[in-house]
């Protein structure tokens, strides 16, 4: 539950004791059923993790309207919902991970220093909504529309936080029309260490390409091996 919103979730189990989390946040008006989740959910517990996929209020198989699914700190809020939650189950390993892509990634980023996340990975995710406002004028990301993107509900800016993290694996297309790649840069600059910046030679915002997608995977898996599965 979140704000009394019922949410939707699966939690995948990789069959050993007390493994690490990661848990998925997903676009505007996507789901926890995206190809990155489902794909993110199976490779990590065939590499020793437990991964969680929920949709977000108004999104998939939770309560909600649209108009809900566009209010960014009522997404951020289900995602801590998601994090106490899990928190609150036996047989976890304490260490914790967020995956988040496009506004997913965003609220990520909101959530990472106050729930105390060990690792990120994020995926073309804006650090403001204007430029989410911008691109409803002309390519609309994630079936957003122009009415949702100026809702006051939707209205954010990280920019002002972004020290404050670090185990940071970002992900971003160079020909992203939705949200522009300076982003991801300016990311990387103002995080703390560790962290790493991938920018993908003609990739777009979905991350369309098969190339894309694999080295995607293989990068996430070793970010989250490597910093979740410490002992």
Do not use: Y
């Amino acid at each position: 539950m979140s704000d009394g919103f019922r949410l939707s979730g699966t939690l995948h189990l990789p069959g050993i004791h007390q493994p690490p989390v990661v848990v998925g946040s997903h676009g505007l008006l996507s789901s926890g059923s995206s190809p990155k989740q489902i794909e993110m959910a199976r490779q990590c517990s065939e590499n020793s993790m437990a991964f969680f996929r929920f949709d977000h209020r108004g999104c998939g198989q939770s309560e909600g309207s649209k108009a809900d699914a566009a209010d960014f700190n009522g997404r951020c809020r289900d995602l801590l919902s998601a994090i106490g939650f899990l928190r609150n189950l036996d047989g976890f390993n304490p260490r914790l991970g967020l995956f988040g892509s496009s506004l997913g990634g965003a609220v990520c980023l909101s959530v990472a220093a106050a729930a105390r996340v060990d690792a990120l990975v994020i995926v073309a995710a804006p650090l403001d909504s204007n430029s989410l406002i911008d691109s409803a004028r002309g390519v609309v990301p994630d079936g957003l529309s122009a009415d949702l993107a100026l809702s006051p509900r939707f209205r954010f800016d990280l920019s002002d936080n972004l020290s404050s993290l670090s185990n940071l694996l970002i992900f971003h297309g160079e020909n992203d029309l939705v949200v522009p790649v300076s982003h991801a840069r300016k990311l990387f600059e103002n995080a703390g260490h560790p962290k790493k910046l991938v920018i993908q030679e003609n990739g777009d915002h979905v991350m369309s390409l098969p190339l894309h997608q694999k080295s995607f995977i293989q990068e996430s898996l070793l970010w989250f091996s490597t910093i979740l599965k410490t002992e």
